[in-house]
T-cell receptor, first 116, second 111 residues
């Protein structure tokens, strides 16, 4: 079974540019999460989709970040315009069962974003 | 105070040693607890969930102390391949899974 995949693996952009990250969850997983780890800090929650709906977007830093999950399959996270502090590793995770608190989240390999 | 706190380490231990990590959490209503392992420049992977009664998986034992609000991970007979960062992860709500990560504890097992 294919795991969570993310594209690109690395992205280097200049301040003010736009970047779009993509996540393909494990097939059949309704729950999709975005996380971010900035250097030296812990991994932090950004938002959670259940199918195509945003369940919780309380972790999104500001309105320069836009996440979508049209059709409830893959998701994109767009940063526009990018700022220096957006640099970090963006992880996507998926899980199957919303109602089981111990349900495992499977993480993708992450996208390493560098804003110059 | 951080929601989830861990000693960042590094813990440098010889092969075969036993090592233990603790993690404290601030939300007393937290329901679910996990240990994830993250290798350098890789994604986090679930090592084990932590249950109230404690649980064991081979050389790894996890414990939960609700009264003191901490969880622990014990690794026996350390292997070189155990070298990684161990992330303490807490689900504060018990419902959907918005989880909170600790910063991780780095373990280096040396020959």
């Amino acid at each position: 079974e294919a795991g969570v995949t993310q594209f690109p693996s690395h992205s280097v952009i200049e301040k003010g540019q736009t970047v779009t990250l993509r996540c393909d969850p494990i097939s059949g997983h309704d729950n999709l999460y975005w996380y971010r780890r900035v250097m030296g800090k812990e991994i932090k929650f950004l938002l959670h989709f259940v199918k195509e709906s945003k369940q919780d977007e309380s972790g999104m830093p500001n309105n320069r970040f836009l996440a979508e999950r049209t059709g409830g399959t893959y998701s994109t996270l767009k940063v526009q315009p990018a700022e220096l502090e957006d640099s970090g590793v963006y992880f996507c995770a998926s899980s199957q069962d919303l109602h089981r608190a111990t349900d495992t989240q499977y993480f993708g390999p992450g996208t390493r974003l560098t804003v110059l | 105070r951080k929601e989830v706190e861990q000693d960042p380490g590094p813990f440098n231990v010889p092969e075969g040693a036993t090592v233990a990590f603790n993690c404290t959490y601030s939300n007393s209503a937290s329901q679910s607890f996990f240990w994830y392992r993250q290798d350098c420049r890789k994604e986090p992977k679930l090592l084990m969930s932590v249950y109230s009664s404690g649980n064991e998986d081979g050389r790894f034992t996890a414990q939960l102390n609700r009264a003191s609000q901490y969880i622990s991970l014990l690794i026996r007979d350390s292997k070189l391949s155990d070298s990684a960062t161990y992330l303490c992860v807490v689900n504060p709500s018990g419902g959907y899974q918005k989880v909170t990560f600790g910063t991780g504890t780095k373990l280096q097992v040396i020959p």
